[in-house]
């Protein structure tokens, strides 16, 4: 079974392209959801976090992901120390449910698979990629923060065009090619290659 990855920068429609994928029967792990359920199930996990970042990580032990982003998105270095927490158990976490896929391939999506490592893993990368424009007004409107604050946490994933070339295929989200079209082109030709 391939190993496929599916990234993209922050408001490029990640989410949107796996979801179409699913609906072609391919089996998606979404990295930042079972980062966030491992950061409100894993007790230890949960500790490491309230060691590092205080006791309002959490509320009603739930993860308070508005204070955490607080600080994340504004100091790189307690950022690197999130992602140093969380990235082992969830690159773990992902290759377990890869072993557990029958499909001819199945993705694993993430924004950060080459920050992350999870690229030296894989068999092919996909890209989203969608103007730097369009990607703010999304996010602004999904996570209700402002222009600055999108753009800050832009700043702490490696360029687009960097990223999409070192990608193996690039759809694009941006709202001028439809998405379900390059989806059904490239799994006929992830397909081919399993």
Request: glycine share 6%.
């Amino acid at each position: 079974m391939m190993k496929i990855g599916l990234t993209g920068g922050i408001g490029s429609g990640k989410s949107t392209v796996a979801q179409v994928f699913e609906v072609l029967g391919i089996p998606v792990f979404y990295a930042d959801i079972e980062t966030r359920k491992m950061m409100n199930e894993d007790e230890g996990l949960k500790e490491l976090i309230i060691k590092n970042f205080g006791i309002n990580s959490y509320t009603d032990g739930s993860l308070n992901r508005s204070y955490i982003a607080s600080i994340v998105f504004n100091d790189p270095e307690k950022l690197e120390l999130l992602n140093s927490l969380t990235h082992p158990a969830i690159k773990q976490n992902g290759e377990e449910w890869m072993k557990q896929q029958t499909t001819p391939y199945a993705i694993h999506e993430a924004a950060l698979i080459f920050e992350a490592g999870v690229s030296e893993r894989l068999d092919y990368v996909i890209g989203v990629n969608a103007p730097q424009a369009l990607r703010i007004k999304r996010v602004m409107d999904r996570d209700h923060v402002t222009h600055e604050e999108v753009l800050k946490r832009i700043s702490r994933q490696i360029d687009e065009d960097i990223k999409m070339k070192l990608c193996d295929f690039v759809i694009y989200n941006d709202e001028h090619r439809l998405i379900v079209p390059q989806v059904l082109s490239l799994h006929h030709d992830l397909l081919k290659k399993a």
